[in-house]
């Protein structure tokens, strides 16, 4: 399958970091093909810019300006979102790639009357969601209720790309764990990815 990995963390050293390596070199042993999104080793430019909003609903999205994500994205059969959970949201690169790529024309159309959008990504089968928390597990699930998780499942892939299965593996308390409580959750990533990948 064609593989995009998105990764947005700032430091090449960090836990998200690690934990793509770690996933890119899973899907690569397994034979799959490979795109790297590297939102900040690339410097993604996160804001939608005043030509790319004024077009979403003036026929055809000014997409020039990120014409290779938006190839990458295409392509993709299967995505791999590797990032940390910040005031329990995206990173504000994250958001900017899913503004300014998941676009109409590209993820989906506009519908008559502003009605229910019509999803493009028929072509996108997996995404997986791996991030990392500083709160702990019930933060997240009880008084939150999963913001994340809710949103991409929800308003992101559910719209764009309905038939498109989500899973997600949060790390809480990231902050606070041993080497060993790491390398378990790295297993964790590489089983789901033979689950549903490999």
Request: net charge positive; with cysteine; proline share 6%.
């Amino acid at each position: 399958m064609n593989c995009l990995v998105v990764k947005a963390h700032p430091l090449s050293e960090s836990l998200c970091s690690s934990l793509a390596q770690r996933t890119i070199k899973a899907l690569e042993a397994a034979g799959h093909s490979v795109e790297v999104e590297d939102l900040y080793a690339h410097e993604f430019a996160a804001s939608l810019t005043g030509s790319e909003r004024r077009s979403y609903y003036a026929g055809s999205y000014t997409a020039q300006q990120v014409a290779p994500q938006v190839e990458r994205l295409l392509a993709a059969e299967a995505i791999v979102l590797v990032f940390p959970t910040w005031w329990f949201g995206f990173p504000a690169i994250l958001k900017g790639w899913f503004d300014r790529v998941w676009a109409p024309g590209i993820a989906y159309d506009h519908a008559d009357q502003y009605g229910p959008i019509k999803p493009r990504l028929t072509n996108l089968h997996h995404m997986l969601a791996v991030t990392s928390l500083g709160s702990p597990w019930w933060v997240d699930k009880f008084v939150l209720r999963q913001p994340v998780k809710r949103v991409l499942k929800t308003a992101i892939v559910g719209t764009c790309a309905p038939k498109c299965r989500l899973q997600m593996l949060s790390l809480y308390k990231s902050e606070q764990l041993s080497p060993t409580q790491v390398e378990q959750f790295g297993g964790r990533v590489e089983r789901a990815l033979q689950g549903w990948l490999l």
